[in-house]
């Protein structure tokens, strides 16, 4: 078994045990290994572990790996998750080569989507990533922004909204931690009340993923604790 059988199924494992803890149905979370920095051999060995989910933070780093695993696994059927801050000269790529995307915060980028969105390959699954912290360091919406922006994708025929996702403040603190999350997730709740598509909240990473699951998280993205370390060599 390798190193990266033995992370997922560890992984799994705590996410089987946090959703016991709250009472959460057994598969109500979904993993997604962020697989950012990592070569093409790690995520096979993902693959092969059954993971099926993956998120890529670059562009250029994600499309060329999802074109070479289909060159050299076509019996894959994988999902790719783009989950970085989105550029407008790179929605093209993004709307040609991912199936969700967890990172739109203006309507510009989501317009740009739709309209270079294949038809024939369905509607780009998208979320709306809100900035909970105020941190100008990080990406995304304000809540005060969030219906607007949502109103303006669920009208873009190549795309289906389906919920949010955020990235909160790094902090060690589990009650802190649950507090962010569940801000996000009343915010959610109101969503879902005037869009009956929203299913999705993806938050949660390797330091604070219990807190996330606890307040309604639907999909963990996790990566250096499937992967190991990153080595940021190339962007």
């Known amino acids: 078994m390798s190193n990266i059988q033995q992370n997922i199924e560890h992984i799994s494992s705590l996410i089987h045990r946090a959703q016991q803890k709250c009472g959460r149905a057994p598969d109500s979370v979904q993993l997604l290994a962020v697989s950012k920095t990592k070569p093409l051999q790690d995520i096979l060995a993902a693959a092969k572990a059954g993971q099926t989910a993956f998120g890529e933070n670059y562009v250029q780093e ?9 060159e050299i696994a076509p019996e894959l059927t994988l999902q790719w998750h783009f989950i970085g801050p989105i ?20 309507a510009k980028i989501a317009q740009r989507l739709n309209e270079q969105r294949p038809v024939e390959k369905g509607p780009l699954q998208v ?19 969030v219906f607007q922006l949502a109103e303006l994708i669920s009208s873009l025929p190549n795309l289906t909204l389906r919920g ?11 009650q802190s ?6 801000q996000l997730a009343l915010l959610q709740g109101k969503l ?10 993806s938050m949660g990473m390797s330091g604070d993923m219990e807190a996330a699951i606890e307040a309604g998280s639907t999909m ?12 940021y060599n190339k962007q």
């Open 62 to 70: 994600g499309v060329d790996k999802i074109q070479k695993v289909r």
């Open 87 to 106: 550029q407008s000269n790179k929605t093209k790529p993004i709307a040609e080569s991912f199936d969700w995307v967890h990172s739109i915060e203006r």
């Open 127 to 145: 979320l709306i990533q809100v900035n909970t912290s105020g941190e100008s360091s990080k990406s995304g919406t304000t809540e005060h922004e």
């Open 164 to 174: 949010l996702m955020s990235i909160p403040a790094n902090v060690s603190d589990y």
């Open 177 to 182: 931690q649950l507090n962010a999350f569940k």
């Open 192 to 201: 879902s009340q005037r869009f009956e598509q929203i299913d999705t909240l």
């Open 220 to 231: 963990v993205r996790i990566g250096t604790a499937i992967f190991g370390a990153r080595h």
